[in-house]
């Protein structure tokens, strides 16, 4: 038999089975859009920390209990109540046959009420990255024009900006951070010259968890005639953030973080004060404000949605809405205090071991949530996939910035136990 024949025969055959149920079952629709699990109702939002129960807020999340997950700085999970929006949502719209747009209207008031802005300064994107390409190419720069970003970024935040370089030369200057995080503002007020047009930096670094003084920066940038982009998203949903307050240009964030919303989903915010100078980056329906093909006329929208241009994926956008009710049932504060005492307790628990090198501001002004180590002497690279097949502990090794370290991502599924965990693991490769 020929090869050509060899490969219509396998062809044939492996078509004609996909085709036999009894060989491959389908996916019934009331299978797939339902989540099968008796998880508890999350308890009512209470202004008494102490009263909290953090083992009910646990159980809103589908993954084993014995499956130790530190890696919300790079995927968080989402509660069983945004994963049943999206599903009844999909059910809804294909059993009606709409897209539903209209209907995201009320998760745009639901974000911008949870940053303190206006609902037309708010787009949903896809992830942190597409933001961030929109405020970079929105800006229109032009070759010899200086955007400012720090060797901490992450590669979806430093990308767009490099992008700019590569295409129409604009330049691109790296700045080092200051580890302590006392220093940074100076630093990037250093670095500034006549040809800065933009600075861009990250909230919260990817690399050490380091908080920047992004009001302060913000204010400066303001005082030059500097573009302020913002990379939010290892911020957004791990502590309150007031956007107004800031005032930032763009702030940028992924949903699927600290927010726990759907994969696939983003958040920009445009500042309304800019939205005259800036065109859209893409153009399609929705983007315009007047439309007639016969006069060639089109007016763009005086709205960050502009950027939300064609058909849109509505279930997953709801199931965004369903994200910033659980947090904020929870409360934004409460998340922030818990995610701190969590940090405070692994400190605690590493403190008399020396050859564990904590690279994360002390500081609560310049830090959060996250806290990246390295054990000394080590690859930590190597040792962080052994920590999670020997102990169960998912966590990010950092390889930017040739930092070789472990990123410990504290969320509000995680318990004081599990920080002993973690302290006890890691203070036993260190003997090892």
Same mark, same amino acid.
């Given at each position: ?246 005032? *930032? &240009?763009?702030?940028?964030? =992924? ?7 759907? !994969? %696939?989903?983003?958040? $920009?915010?445009? #500042? ?88 994360? *501001? &002390?500081?609560?002004?310049? =830090? ?7 054990? !000394? %002497?080590?690859?930590? $690279?190597?040792? #962080? ?48």
């Amino acid at each position: 038999m020929s090869k050509s024949s060899r490969r219509s025969f396998i062809k044939k055959n492996l078509l004609s089975g996909l085709f036999l149920t009894s060989a491959v079952p389908l996916l019934h629709a009331d299978n797939a859009l339902q989540t099968k699990h008796n998880n508890p109702s999350l308890k009512p939002y209470t202004s008494d920390y102490n009263s909290i129960d953090w083992n009910n807020i646990r159980e809103q999340f589908l993954f084993a209990k014995d499956y130790h997950y530190l890696n919300t700085g790079s995927l968080g999970p989402s509660p069983r109540i945004v994963l049943d929006t999206v599903c009844e949502a999909m059910e809804k719209l294909e059993t009606s046959v709409s897209h539903g747009r209209h209907e995201i209207d009320i998760t745009h008031e639901k974000m911008a009420k949870f940053l303190n802005v206006t609902a037309d300064e708010i787009a949903f994107t896809r992830n942190a990255t597409e933001g961030l390409n929109i405020a970079a190419r929105s800006l229109r720069l032009k070759a010899g024009d200086e955007i400012i970003i720090s060797t901490h970024e992450h590669v979806g935040g430093a990308s767009p900006w490099m992008a700019l370089a590569k295409d129409f030369g604009a330049v691109v200057k790296l700045i080092e951070l200051d580890f302590n995080g006392q220093n940074n503002l100076k630093i990037i007020k250093d670095a500034i010259t006549p040809k800065t047009k933009v600075v861009a930096f990250s909230h919260i670094t990817c690399t050490t968890g380091m908080k920047l003084p992004a009001k302060e920066i913000v204010e400066f940038c303001q005082s030059k005639g500097i573009y302020s982009c913002i990379d939010g998203a290892q911020s957004l949903g791990m502590f309150p953030i007031d956007l107004r307050d800031i005032n *930032p &240009d763009f702030y940028a964030s =992924s949903g699927h973080k600290w927010l726990f919303g759907p !994969k %696939g989903t983003g958040v $920009l915010f445009i #500042n309304k004060n800019i939205i005259d100078v800036i065109s859209p980056v893409f153009a399609g329906a929705y983007t315009d404000n007047k439309f007639d093909l016969n006069t060639l006329t089109m007016d763009y929208r005086k709205s960050a949605q502009r950027e939300e241009y064609g058909t849109r994926n509505t279930p997953i956008t709801l199931g965004l809405g369903a994200a910033i009710d659980f947090i904020n049932t929870i409360g934004i504060e409460n998340i922030a205090k818990r995610g701190r005492e969590l940090v405070a307790h692994f400190r605690k628990g590493i403190a008399n071991t020396p050859e564990i090198e904590i690279l994360t *501001p &002390d500081s609560e002004s310049y =830090s959060a949530s996250m806290i990246t180590i390295r054990i !000394k %002497g080590k690859d930590n $690279l190597k040792l #962080n996939p052994i920590l999670a097949k020997e102990k169960n502990l998912r966590m990010r090794g950092i390889y930017e910035n040739n930092i070789n370290g472990i990123r410990i991502s504290f969320s509000i599924f995680n318990s004081f136990e599990e920080v002993d965990l973690i302290a006890a693991s890691l203070k036993y490769f260190t003997k090892s």
